[in-house]
């Protein structure tokens, strides 16, 4: 029974180290790429790509996304709100839930999804194979090589796709409310207008940051330690897009605590 | 002897030791290369001959002991003076570690092109000068590693490590999975390269008939550690009972005829 017990104590103390201990390795390689991102020589044409594949081909998956949004929000918010007065609820509500929650947050999942995994699957290929290995040894370092155009183009291109998903949101909700609500198009977008905060802007490329910085991140860091062959390139991808999502999630509430709380 | 003690030490390996979670895996290793020198690693599978090789160009750390390049330390060295030395080593992979997002053309000069500028044209010229030696087609230059035969890979593998004509080179393996013809080419490319070149080579192998075309000295590595060495002559009059079992599926005459 004491046997029991005391391997069962030590399994749980050995998880928490683990856990404490990938805490440290992560935050390490955080700090790495940070320094790394700062230091010539910058590749490019790597960032290009890059931004060409995040940025451009997630635009018509992010669009979709937001675009349904913006529509189901509009008319849910017209059945709630049908005995005041609807035409500028529905607006307000529709602004207000895209620019500050929707938007980015939609954006950062779809991204973690599509680039997210992408990233971690490729880069733990090019670790189990011994690409990264045969970098090192080319004079080419593959913290600057592989993961800072990763990251820096992730920094650029999600605020942009969280800003046009916004655009497309909105649109979204002036669809529906003008096309089967039969809202009187001008008060519909006088009232957009009216409530559209900075504030709200701000708030969300803050967060399309910090969910750019996020995904690209844990990707890279998981694909970057991937081992045991094609078994280490699945958990890399699956534990990046687990991760990463429930990390938007959680820096969501916070940031929103931060600005509004 | 007078000569050899004349020539340069290139590589140095002394007192290495290898662990991973208390699995030992390399002991009391100790060997030199020398200048113009081909030396063979020999062993079975799981021995810890790749391990080996990753102490040497530093993506390993060994637990003990000293692994010296052109009379640098190369352990807890510095990473970017460490890359400076790597530089002046040609080095293939097991598996060739192409990068697949690359062309065929653009792996080959991959570490050229990284220290000096040069176009599409030259860059392909400069890969085609390279593939030619290896019986390769001209043809493949702008194919993905993934368009190619594994043999193929293998010998752009190799045509990435000559590249810019080092004077140090490590292979892994090069000739496993390459049917005979190809494989006596690499033999042959192996041993003008440290000829032409002035260079010297470190080649991991299983494949004996290679060993006995391209080696001036072989290391065997058993239990751990390097339980014989000697040139292949030697090795086959040699009574070492694994030594034996290495050369058992071949007939020896035939290489030395």
């Not at chain 1, 451009?56 to 529509?71: D, E, H, K, N, Q």
């Not at chain 1, 009216?194 to 690209?216: H, N, P, R, W």
């Not at chain 2, 097991?94 to 997002?101: R, V």
């Not at chain 2, 810019?164 to 393996?173: C, Q, R, S, T, V």
Request: charged fraction near 15%; proline fraction near 3%; include cysteine.
């Amino acid at each position: 029974m004491l046997d029991f017990f005391i391997n069962f104590v030590g399994a749980i103390g050995k998880k928490f180290i683990n856990f404490i201990s990938n805490i440290g390795h992560f935050f390490t390689f955080f700090a790495n790429t940070i320094y790394w991102m700062f230091r010539p020589p910058w590749y490019f044409k790597k960032i290009f790509q890059q931004i060409i594949d995040i940025g451009y081909f997630s635009l018509p998956v992010v669009g979709l996304t937001t675009f349904f949004s913006g529509m189901v929000l509009a008319l849910q918010t017209y059945n709630g709100f049908t005995e005041f007065n609807s035409e500028t609820t529905v607006a307000r509500v529709v602004l207000t839930s895209i620019t500050r929650e929707l938007g980015p947050v939609l954006t950062g999942l779809m991204v973690a999804g599509r680039i997210g995994a992408k990233m971690a699957a490729e880069i733990a290929t090019m670790r189990v194979t011994e690409q990264i290995d045969a970098l090192g040894t080319l004079g080419t370092r593959p913290m600057q090589y592989l993961i800072a155009p990763k990251i820096i183009a992730s920094l650029v291109c999600i605020p942009l796709l969280v800003l046009i998903g916004n655009t497309i949101g909105i649109l979204g909700g002036y669809v529906i409310a003008i096309y089967k609500l039969n809202f009187n198009p001008n008060l519909y977008l006088y009232s957009t207008m009216e409530y559209l905060q900075l504030i709200d802007i701000i708030q969300g490329t803050v967060k399309a940051v910090v969910f750019g910085l996020i995904i690209s991140m844990v990707s890279c860091y998981f694909g970057f330690n991937a081992t045991k062959g094609a078994e280490g390139v699945g958990f890399a991808t699956t534990s990046s897009v687990v991760i990463s999502s429930v990390m938007i999630l959680t820096s969501t509430y916070i940031i929103t605590a931060l600005f509004f709380g | 002897m007078k000569n050899k003690l004349e020539k340069k030490i290139i590589i140095k390996v002394t007192d290495l030791f290898k662990s991973f979670n208390n699995n030992v895996v390399l002991k009391n290793i100790n060997f030199q290369l020398l200048e113009g020198e081909s030396l063979a690693i020999i062993g079975e599978s799981g021995s810890g001959k790749s391990v080996l090789l990753k102490n040497i160009i530093g993506l390993l750390l060994p637990d003990k002991g000293s692994i010296e390049i052109n009379n640098v330390e190369m352990v807890n060295l510095p990473r970017n003076l460490k890359e400076k030395i790597l530089l002046d080593l040609g080095i293939t992979f097991q598996h060739g570690a192409l990068f697949d997002s690359l062309k065929i053309w653009e792996n080959i000069i991959f570490k050229v092109a990284n220290k000096e500028k040069m176009n599409v044209k030259q860059g392909k010229q400069l890969a085609l000068s390279i593939i030619k030696q290896l019986g390769l087609q001209p043809d493949i230059l702008d194919l993905y590693p993934s368009e190619i035969s594994g043999g193929m890979q293998k010998r752009v593998a190799i045509a990435r490590a000559i590249c810019g004509n080092p004077k140090i080179l490590l292979f892994d393996e090069p000739t496993s999975g390459l049917d005979p013809v190809t494989g006596s080419l690499i033999d042959k490319l192996i041993k003008t390269a440290v000829r032409t070149v002035g260079g010297s080579a470190i080649t991991i192998t299983h494949d004996m008939a290679s060993v006995c075309r391209i080696a001036d000295k072989v290391l065997l590595i058993d239990k751990q550690t390097i339980s014989w060495s000697g040139t292949p002559e030697e090795m086959f009059k040699s009574a070492n009972p694994k030594i034996q079992e290495f050369i058992k599926p071949i007939n020896s005459e035939i290489f030395f005829k």
